[in-house]
C-alpha cells in the first residue's frame, strides 16, 4: 500500500495528475493520506472534473481518522465558506487547531493569526505567540514577521526589539515582502540594530519591488520629492 502512495505521491509531483488520479483512487476506501489527496484533486480539478461534493466527502472520512492535512484543508474550506460548507469561523479554528497540534506548521501560523485577531476563538495574543513561535520553528516565513511584530509591540510577549529584529531578519530571508519593510523599519529607528537610514531605504526599495504597498507609497513619494533616483 505505501509502495502505490509513493507511487503516486511521484506522479502527482511531476504532474501526471492522471495516474495520480488513479493511483490514490485506488487506496481512497482504506488509507486516509490517499483520500486527502484525492480529495484536493477534486478540489482543483486535477486528473478529474472538479467536485466540491466528493472532496467534502473525502476530507471529512479522512478528518474522522486525524489526517493531518484532511483537518488543515477542511478547516480552509469553513474560515472561507467555501467547497459546499457554511462560513463558520468556529469550527475552522477548532480543526486549524487539532491540525496545529500534530504538527502542521501552516495550521500553526492559521491558528496563531485567529487568536491574534480573535477569529472563531477569544483574542489572547500570549497563545498567538505561542503558536506563532512554533510555525516559525518549522521555517514559516509569516510566522516569523508577525511574531517580531508581537515582540516589537510587547503584545503577548515582553518587548524585544532584538528577538524583532532575529525575527524580520528570518522573514526577510525568504523574501517575505512584509519582512523586508519590518527590517527596514528597525533599521530607520535603530530597533534591535545600529540606526542605518541608508540601510533602511535600500530594505524599503527591496520591499516595493517585492510587492508591499506601503513601501511603494514611500519610495514613489521620495522619487516625487526628488529624494532618491533610480
Known amino acids: 500500500m505505501n509502495n502505490i502512495l509513493q507511487e503516486a505521491s511521484k506522479a502527482y509531483n511531476s504532474q ?120 516559525a520553528k518549522r521555517g514559516h516565513p509569516q510566522a516569523f514577521n508577525n511574531l517580531g511584530v508581537l515582540y516589537k509591540d510587547g503584545q503577548g510577549v515582553t518587548l524585544n526589539n532584538d528577538k524583532a529584529f532575529i525575527c524580520f531578519s528570518r522573514a526577510k530571508e525568504s523574501g517575505l515582502s512584509e519582512g523586508i519593510y519590518n527590517l527596514g523599519q528597525m533599521y530607520d529607528q535603530g530597533l534591535g540594530c545600529e540606526e542605518d537610514h541608508d540601510k533602511a531605504l535600500d530594505l524599503c526599495r527591496k520591499a516595493a519591488y517585492a510587492g508591499h504597498e506601503k513601501a511603494k507609497t514611500i519610495i514613489a513619494s521620495l522619487q516625487e520629492d526628488g529624494k532618491i533616483v533610480f
Open 16 to 135: 501526471n495528475f492522471t495516474k495520480a488520479f488513479e493511483l490514490y483512487s485506488s487506496l481512497s476506501d482504506k488509507h486516509p493520506t490517499a483520500q486527502t489527496s484525492l480529495a484536493f484533486m477534486y478540489q482543483n480539478a486535477q486528473g478529474c472534473e472538479k467536485d466540491d461534493a466528493k472532496a467534502l466527502e473525502l476530507y471529512e472520512k479522512a478528518a474522522l481518522t486525524k489526517e493531518p492535512y484532511a483537518l488543515f484543508n477542511l478547516a480552509i474550506l469553513y474560515t472561507n465558506g467555501l467547497g459546499g460548507v457554511s462560513f463558520d469561523q468556529f469550527r475552522g479554528y477548532e480543526l486549524f487547531l487539532e491540525a496545529a497540534t500534530l504538527e502542521v506548521p501552516p495550521a500553526m501560523y492559521e491558528v496563531a493569526l485567529m487568536l491574534e485577531r480573535g477569529l472563531g476563538c477569544v483574542q489572547n495574543y500570549s497563545e498567538a505567540a505561542f503558536w506563532y513561535e512554533e510555525a
